[in-house]
């Protein structure tokens, strides 16, 4: 059965640093998120992408972060300059077109020192 | 504003009791509502979804869920839990973006 996947599982990174996080939806889906947990907290909406273009962006979405498409496979998350609050969760999730179900991927742990 | 509330951090139960995990949500238009399963280390599964016709919806795993609109709830119900349940549950409800709006999560505890 397809799967998202997400790469890596785990990341550590010093505050200030830039990093990315990789994410390969299902290969049918036209429809792509971004949502994060911080520990203990909700899962919350980061932004949704469609059409090689961010249909919507949460608050939490700033300058800092920017997603991609650089190959029409790979669904990216880059985070310019961390901060500590950084720290969370991030699930990628995607959907085909008119459905209403989100596929997730495991996570990416994020933890900024 | 749309919001999902989840009532209960923690809920405890022994194998082959009643599993019963209550959400509550806040909508202005009839929502689209889910309920997502987290294993450890996992990413979120789908459990099952109410998007119109049949208040009661059947899941994977012998899960299921009533849709009450009167009540704003769509709380997740099994008959008898088992062991492999024990896990992070999350209610979910579709805004009009198709972006989902999560409860803070259930962990589901079965004690032997």
């Known amino acids: 059965e397809p799967e998202v996947t997400q790469t890596p599982s785990h990341q550590v990174t010093q505050m200030g640093q830039e990093v990315i996080l990789r994410c390969v939806p299902i290969s049918n889906h036209l429809y792509f998120y971004w949502y994060r947990q911080i520990l203990g907290q909700k899962v919350e909406f980061l932004v949704s992408?469609?059409?090689?273009?961010?249909?919507?962006k949460s608050e939490i979405f700033d300058d800092q972060f920017s997603v991609e498409r650089p190959d029409g496979s790979n669904f990216t998350l880059k985070i310019r300059s961390t901060k500590l609050e950084d720290s969370a969760m991030y699930f990628c999730?995607?959907?085909?077109?008119?459905?209403?179900?989100?596929?997730f991927g495991p996570g990416t742990r994020l933890t900024v020192t | 504003a749309q919001s999902v509330t989840q009532l209960g951090s923690h809920v405890s139960v022994s194998e082959g009791a009643l599993v019963l995990l209550r959400c509550n949500y806040s909508?202005?238009?009839?929502?689209?509502l889910f309920w997502y399963v987290q294993y450890p280390n996992q990413g979120l599964q789908l459990l099952l979804k109410?998007?119109?016709?049949?208040?009661l919806v059947k899941g994977i795993n012998g899960f299921e869920a009533e849709f009450k609109k009167s009540e704003t709830s769509f709380h997740l119900t099994k008959p008898s839990a088992h062991m492999s349940d024990a896990a992070e549950y999350f209610c979910?409800?579709?805004?009009?973006?198709?972006?989902?709006?999560f409860g803070s999560g259930t962990r589901l505890l079965v004690r032997p």
């Open positions: 992408f469609y059409n090689n273009e961010i249909s919507e």
């Open positions: 109410y998007t119109t016709g049949a208040t």
């Open positions: 979910a409800m579709m805004d009009s973006s198709y972006k989902l709006i």
């Open positions: 909508s202005s238009v009839p929502p689209y």
């Open positions: 999730a995607s959907s085909r077109p008119f459905d209403y179900e989100q596929y």
